[in-house]
């Protein structure tokens, strides 16, 4: 579905990602795993058309979408869940899950339906339906940012470190939540520290450390990687 | 019990975000709070440094009520404090960030500064004394003159800690001092916390990863809606039925 | 009691044109997050057109309008593409300045391509209507009416439609708004627009009550700053009824107090209101 | 060759230059233009410090430097004080506006700020220009009298009034220099990265932005009122907005927050501006989008660009050098 | 004072005249014009150059923009002495003229004055050359005509100017004293008012017969206007600054100035140069010219028989003294004012005439 060959991507002179070849396949979860400023949030970042790749290609359904605006990726169905949530502080709950579903506003019925079903995810978003967006805790505000990507009913949906900053119980919840969206059809691409929830839920995982990728492999083949164990896991 | 709050109370509008606590911190000890998000966590630290004015409550710290002390004044007695969101100065080098830290405690104004006295020149010695202390406390010697943003994340939180540190409290207020950081460098972060607490510091620290705070913690605090619901021992809080519920749950998640 | 209708209805006039050029000042502030200095030479530049339109082109003056909303709104386009995209990411001190450099171009292109001298724009709404007492003429009856309707359309657009509200959307976080499939280029090429059509109505509903300058964009562009923070930057309905307060406390002011200190009083008002609300009367107070 | 060309010779040529310059230069109108550079650019710092260093845009800066030049109009013209003696007071009258204005005005920040002291300075135009029974409106100051001779020199000459105008902005830029690199600089550097931040440090933010508001309006009167001696006739326009405008143009094309950029940026403008008077009307044309150019360009203005490009030659120096080697400047 | 030779040529030798006005900012268009005139008599000079102490010279302008702002003119002048050698710079505004008289003596340069401020010359400075008549000439009659055309109650709206409140200052005492009455004071602000409706409401609440207004023509001419819609019909006072003829083309017709008294327009004046200086200037700038233009044409004539007088044409003194001489000596055919002598303070004598509009036509009158 999703393959990046040779991607490289830099901020002014400095090389954040160099190299980096991913594939994903549909109805996958597949998890990024790496230190801090290892390149996950760039790599998603060039994926989502905020930043020009520098060299290498990103091929959606068969398209090259490597320096596409933002707006054309999302219309061809890739939504990202940034890391800062990047939401609307002074917009309602309710019009920021409005605005998620700004590609498909000619389809009022779809609309209605996403938001029931983001409502039924995240009940406490309904609670606070009037709220300012600005208003809400750390934690509210992530689900919010993830059910505003929803709206947008996505193909493909990248997740960059969902669970930061977020209460066990709300982790917990919220990796079921992305285990749910996945087995009703949306292709997830996560990227994450909380390597051991990360990978008990997805397909494969790629680890990266200073802007390349060092290993990939299935779930089970990292979860028994002892270098990996070790760094990402936790003893 | 270095520091008090009595039934403290914060309201923002309509919204209570911190309802009727009353907690002890506990001196020279790892004081955490936990509970979930929009609990009040943050907020509460908000008002005991002053940041915020509490709505109701009285905080008490070595017997003085300091309730009402603009957030300085509190610096100034000895109580610092990160924030949950690290932010510093990304042009300027981790020396010249963590320089200032001192500054609470030095004289000099600006007729020191128009014509250098000796006090000034004292002063700033000491402000450099300071830094370079703090910096190799916490690690950061080797980075000392390296701009800010072209350093790590896990070395931005550490220069956090140092700046707090520089300011020479008997408290530290730290909020999610590990919050984006991976297992590996948060146990190197827990153990810079506990190299502080052994220095004889009193810590009261805000965090989401229960393994750390369990093995960190001497006293713990749980906030949910704002209000207090449990307090107590490590053990005491993981067997806490109410606290289970609202907040920890029973998966292996809580890595 | 005759006095004070009459005043009242001086002050709608001439507030309704600062709730205008105000609406386009607060707009875009939205997307840039500055105070536009160069506004107020949108403002003389819509005047120019129109009356270019009549005089030269003989066009009629609801037609020439039409022409000056679309020049001054590609003019208003091109300030954003040329200028403020390329300095969206440095710090707003920058984009201040730049805007000076702007203004100052503009005013010398108009002095070079229209004169220095005052000109004047002949309307078909000349008659003096009188009602109730009232001495009103045509053109304020309709200043008046025209700022209202475009206000309420412009309320209805950016609340009810989704494309209104990519606008404030994007005024919140413009890499959210990318996440979520708007195009920003095009939404701030749009707000440019609308900013500049509303300077452009501004100019040409104001000029036959007044002339035609070079400088009489800074009859207007100060006083809107002071609507815009008294609204509450960014905040549309602060911009339109900050505007008509200005308008009142200036008719009221000059006969009640003093027509010398009348423009003392706005900025005098401004004041006030900050020093005891930092924010702006309809700010709402974010984290 | 790099070694001669360090920060401090740099720095003595040029005041050797500004020195000798009066034997060099045949024309005196040269004279002229650099002693008003060099007041305004003491204007400029002003503004520098509080915006460039703190983080407060202050646009009321032409007022306070009109308050400066009345301050010794109206001292020596109508209060028959000496010229020395005004010249003492004038600077201090506006700081002591300056404190009651800042008490309001610092409650409010960044946009807010900017527009509160734009309209602040508004005010204070209108104040001059309309009460005329102090300041004679419109009218303007007529008849201010040039600096009194201190012993045997006096201060007729251009070429006296110059060195006596260098005198005063060496000061300043020392006095300048020190305040930035001093604890209390760095207090004010820590406010303009996060005020609750410092506030957290135990620095009261209060006081500081304070002392950096009343110090800058100081050095914004201390330039009105050599302004006023030098030019001796006064206007209210000297008090309008465009006069912020100008110095705010002159500190954001030097660099603001540097040191150097006041210097740079005032220096240029005004003789880049001497030079398209040939233009006449239509120099905006010219300047206008270069101004806008340079800002595109170098947002932190010439210095800032200049900084940026030796800090990268710099880093790639140093990677060759091995690190111990390397000194903090 | 600087006589380089222009070019190849080697005959003729130059003589700078500054000029120091706004040709930027607000009041652009006053400084065109007054520069226009300038200009015009520059060329026409030149074409043939003049002769003084057997030497043949040109004249070349050179003009400076100081934005109405004396500070600038300041900075002008310094420079137009310094660079140009200028004996004479031409200011067209009372605070540049200040500026400028704060050190023209020492300078050693002559200020030719456009501004009928009287202060400029009552300050004893020695070099400077008023050119337009004061205004405290047409107080009386103006304030004579109003009163006995329209009534006793004037409501006074002058411009918020120096000017403007000098006039106000003159012509209210000298109204009461004749038994008139001050209904209503305020000033309007051109440059910052957009509508003159709220001022006007309030001054005609009082009843007045008589409006004194002025400024620029044009927004003169609106205020006459709007006073018009809302149903004023006495007279108007026009300061001199305003011109009646420019003022109509606003109003498109005498009608609305029914009753105004102000100076007579330059397109109506009947000296010996006027009518040829009038076809001149149109053809040239394509519009009517105004009594700024038609001063600053004469001036230059004026100076340049001056230097031809004093045989000299760098010394500002000697300038200054032979400018009695210079309009003497002025051709008949540059008379576009008749201006008979120069007062010891440096105030050119001008023939005080006015002109009021009568059933919708300029009808002009003689003072005195
Ligand atoms: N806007 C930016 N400008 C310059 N450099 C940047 C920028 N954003 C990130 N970087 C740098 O790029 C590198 C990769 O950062 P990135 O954010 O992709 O890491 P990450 O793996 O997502 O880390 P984290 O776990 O902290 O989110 C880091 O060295 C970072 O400092
Ligand atoms: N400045 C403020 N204005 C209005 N409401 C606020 C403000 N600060 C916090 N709140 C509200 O107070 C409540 C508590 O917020 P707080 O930030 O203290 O939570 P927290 O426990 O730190 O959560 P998290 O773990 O997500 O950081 C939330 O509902 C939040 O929306
Ligand atoms: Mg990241
Ligand atoms: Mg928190």
Redesign the pocket.
């Known amino acids: 579905m999703l393959s990046i060959m040779g991607l490289t991507a830099k901020y002014g002179k400095y090389t954040s990602i160099k190299e980096v070849n991913i594939e994903v396949i549909k109805g996958e979860i597949v998890v990024l795993l790496g230190a801090n400023g290892a390149g996950k949030s760039t790599t998603f970042k060039t994926i989502s058309g905020l930043l020009k790749p520098a060299a290498g290609e990103i091929i959606f359904n068969d398209e090259q979408i490597g320096g596409k605006q933002p707006d054309k990726i999302v219309e061809l169905g890739i939504v990202q869940c940034a890391e800062d949530r990047k939401l609307f502080p002074q917009m309602s709950v309710q019009q920021n899950l409005m605005m998620g579903a700004y590609v498909h506003r000619r389809n009022k019925g779809q609309i209605k339906q996403s938001l029931k079903e983001v409502n039924e995810l995240f009940p406490i978003l309904y609670d606070k339906r009037e709220?300012a967006a600005?208003?809400?805790?750390?934690?509210?505000?992530q689900m919010l940012a993830i059910g505003r990507a929803l709206m947008a009913k996505p193909k493909l949906m990248l997740l960059d470190e969902p669970s930061i900053?977020?209460?066990p119980l709300i982790v917990e919840q919220m990796f079921k939540s992305i285990e749910h969206i996945n087995r009703e059809g949306t292709t997830i691409l996560l990227a994450e520290q909380n390597a051991n929830a990360a990978l008990s839920i997805a397909d494969k995982g790629y680890v990266y450390e200073n802007g390349k990728i060092v290993v990939h492999g299935s779930s089970a083949e990292l979860f028994s990687n002892e270098e990996v164990r070790k760094a990402y896991i936790g003893a | 019990m270095i520091l008090q709050t009595s039934q403290l109370t914060?309201k923002?509008?309509g919204?209570?975000?911190?309802k009727d606590v009353s907690f002890s911190i506990q001196q020279g000890k790892v004081n955490a709070i936990i509970?979930?998000?929009?609990?009040?966590?943050?907020?509460?630290?908000?008002l005991i440094t002053g940041i915020?004015p509490p709505t109701e409550g009285q905080i008490f710290y070595k017997g003085e009520e300091i309730t009402k002390y603009p957030a300085n004044k509190i610096a100034e007695l000895g109580l610092a404090r990160t924030f949950?969101t690290t932010n510093l100065f990304e042009r300027a080098t981790v020396f010249d960030n963590v320089v200032v830290g001192h500054r609470l405690r030095t004289k000099s104004n600006l007729f020191d500064a128009i014509f250098r006295t000796k006090r000034l020149k004292r002063e700033e010695e000491t402000c450099k004394e300071k830094a370079l202390e703090v910096l190799d406390f916490t690690g950061l010697s080797n980075v000392s003159d390296q701009l800010v943003a072209n350093i790590s994340q896990e070395e931005k939180k550490r220069v956090a800690f140092a700046l707090a540190l520089a300011t020479e409290p008997e408290i530290v207020f730290l909020?999610?001092p590990t919050a984006g950081v991976n297992p590996d460098e948060t146990e190197e972060l827990a153990l810079l916390i506990k190299k502080m607490a052994e220095k004889g510091l009193t810590v009261c620290l805000?965090e989401?990863k229960m393994q750390m705070i369990m093995s960190l913690a001497d006293q713990i605090m749980v906030?949910n809606y704002?209000e207090k619901i449990a307090e107590g021992t490590p053990e005491e809080i993981k067997n806490n039925e109410e606290v289970i519920k609202a907040y920890l749950g029973g998966g292996s998640a809580s890595a | 009691m005759e006095l004070l209708l009459q005043q009242l209805f001086n002050g709608l006039t001439i507030g309704s044109v600062y709730s205008l050029v105000a609406l386009g000042l607060t707009l875009v502030y939205g997307i840039l997050h500055i105070p536009n200095f160069a506004h107020g030479a949108l403002y003389m530049v819509g005047g120019y057109i129109t009356l270019m339109m009549m005089t030269n082109a003989g066009l009629h003056y609801v037609l020439a309008i039409v022409v000056s909303i679309i020049v001054v709104g590609l003019l208003s386009v091109l300030m954003e593409r040329l200028v403020f995209h390329p300095l969206r990411d440095s710090p707003p001190i920058q984009d201040k300045v730049a805007a000076i450099g702007i203004l100052l171009f503009l005013e010398a292109l108009a002095q070079l391509l229209w004169g220095a001298d005052y000109r004047q724009m002949p309307t078909p709404f000349g008659e003096v209507v009188n009602v109730f007492g009232l001495t009103l003429t045509l053109q304020r009856i309709i200043i008046v009416a025209a700022a209202i309707a475009v206000m309420i359309f412009l309320y209805w657009f950016l609340k009810k439609t989704f494309i209104g509200s990519t606008i404030i959307a994007m005024a919140q976080n413009r890499e959210g708004a990318a996440l979520v499939g708007i195009n920003t280029n095009k939404v701030a090429i749009l707000t440019f627009f609308i900013a500049g059509a509303l300077a452009a109505i501004g100019a040409s509903l104001t000029s036959p009550i007044n002339l035609v300058f070079p400088g009489m964009g800074h009859l207007v562009i100060l006083k809107a700053f002071v609507i815009i923070i008294i609204g509450g930057m960014g905040s549309i309905p602060g911009a339109i009824l900050g505007g008509y307060i200005l308008g009142f406390t200036e008719s009221i002011g000059a006969t009640y107090i003093s027509s010398d200190y009348k423009d003392i009083i706005a900025f005098v008002l401004l004041i006030i209101i900050l020093s005891a609300k930092p924010q702006g009367i309809f700010s709402k107070?974010?984290? | 060759m790099m070694k001669l060309l360090n920060k401090r010779n740099i720095i003595l040529i040029l005041i050797l230059l500004a020195v000798v310059f009066p034997f060099i230069n045949q024309n005196q109108y040269y004279l002229h233009i650099l002693t008003l550079a060099f007041i305004w650019t003491i204007a400029v710092y002003g503004l520098n410090l509080l915006a460039g260093f703190t983080g407060y845009l202050s646009l009321a800066h032409g007022g306070f430097f009109a308050i400066g030049a009345y301050g010794l109009g109206l001292l020596t013209v109508k209060g028959g004080l000496g010229f020395w003696l005004s010249f003492l007071l004038a600077p201090l009258i506006t700081m002591a506006i300056g404190l009651v204005i800042g008490l309001f005005a610092l409650r409010t920040k960044e946009h807010f700020f900017a527009i509160y002291t734009l309209c602040v300075g508004y005010i204070i135009y209108l104040v001059i220009d309309k009460w005329e029974s102090l300041t004679e409106g419109v009218r303007g100051l007529i008849g201010i009298p040039a600096p009194e001779p201190i012993g045997p020199i006096t201060f007729t000459t251009p070429i006296a009034q110059y060195y006596l105008t260098l005198v005063i902005f060496l000061l300043v830029v020392l006095i300048i220099y020190r305040i930035v690199h001093s604890l209390t600089g760095r207090t004010f550097i820590a406010i303009r990265n996060s005020e609750e931040l410092a506030l957290s440090l135990g620095i009261s933010t209060k006081k500081n932005k304070l002392l950096s508001f009343v110090l800058s309006t100081f050095f914004a009167g201390l330039a009105g009122a050599m302004y006023a001696g030098f030019i001796r006739f006064i206007g209210p326009e000297i008090a309008y907005t465009t006069i912020t405008f100008d110095l705010l143009t002159y500190m954001i094309v030097g660099g603001i927050g540097t040191l150097a950029g006041p210097i740079v940026g005032t220096f240029l403008i005004l003789i880049l501006s001497q030079n398209l008077q040939f233009l006449q009307d239509y120099r905006m044309l010219i300047f206008g989008p270069l101004l806008t150019l340079l800002i595109i360009f170098s947002p932190r203005g010439i210095v800032g660009f200049i900084l940026l490009h030796y800090s990268n030659w710099k880093t790639k120096k140093r990677m060759t050098i091995p690190k111990d080697q390397v000194k903090e400047g | 004072a600087c006589s380089q030779s222009s070019g190849g040529s080697g005959e003729e030798k130059v003589v700078n005249i500054g000029y120091s006005g706004p040709l930027s900012g607000a009041a652009a268009f006053y400084g065109e014009n007054t520069l226009n005139g300038l200009k015009m008599a520059v060329d026409e000079i030149n074409k043939e150059g003049f002769e003084v102490e057997g030497e043949k010279y040109k004249l070349n302008l050179v003009s400076l923009d100081d934005k109405y702002m004396p500070n600038e003119t300041a900075s002008n002048g310094k420079r137009l002495v310094q660079e140009n050698k200028t004996p004479i710079i031409f200011s067209p505004h009372s605070g540049g003229i200040a500026a400028l008289q704060v050190f023209n003596e020492m300078d050693n340069f002559l200020i030719v004055a456009y501004s009928s401020e009287p202060d400029i010359t009552e300050r004893g400075n020695k070099l400077t050359v008023r050119i337009p008549p004061s205004y405290a000439g047409y107080i009386e009659p103006f304030s004579t005509y109003a009163m006995d055309r329209f009534g006793k109650k004037m409501a006074a709206l002058p411009p918020v100017t120096q000017y403007g409140k000098d006039w106000a200052e003159a012509i209210i005492p000298y109204w009461e004293e004749n038994g008139g009455e001050v209904v209503h004071q305020a000033s309007i602000d051109f440059s910052k008012d957009t509508d003159f409706f709220t001022i006007l409401t309030n001054a005609l609440k009082q009843d007045p017969d008589v409006l004194f207004i002025g400024g620029a023509s044009e927004p003169t001419a609106k205020v006459a206007m709007q006073a018009r819609e809302l149903g004023f019909d006495g007279g108007f006072i026009i300061m001199d600054q305003a011109k009646l003829d420019e003022m109509k083309n606003v109003t498109q017709s005498y009608d609305v100035l029914e009753g105004a008294v102000g100076v007579t327009p330059l397109i109506h004046t009947e000296y010996p140069g006027t009518a040829e200086f009038i076809d001149k200037y149109r053809e040239l700038y394509n519009k009517d010219p105004g009594s700024e233009a038609g001063y600053h044409y004469l001036a230059t004539y004026v100076l340049v028989e001056a230097m031809k007088a004093a045989g000299n044409v760098e010394d500002a003194k000697l300038i200054r003294e032979h400018i009695q001489a210079g309009l003497d000596q002025l051709p008949e055919d540059k008379k576009v004012y008749e201006i008979p002598s120069v007062e010891d303070d440096g105030g050119f004598v001008n023939l005080i005439r006015m002109a009021t509009v009568e059933d919708g036509e300029i009808v002009l009158k003689e003072v005195d």
Not at chain 2, 15 to 18: E, I, L, M
Request: net charge negative.
């Open positions: 709220d600005g208003s809400l805790s750390g934690g509210q505000q900053g977020l209460a | 914060k923002f509008g919204n209570v975000a911190v509970g979930p998000n929009g609990a009040g966590k943050s907020t509460f630290f908000n915020h949950q909020d999610e805000i989401h906030l704002g | 107070g974010g984290a």
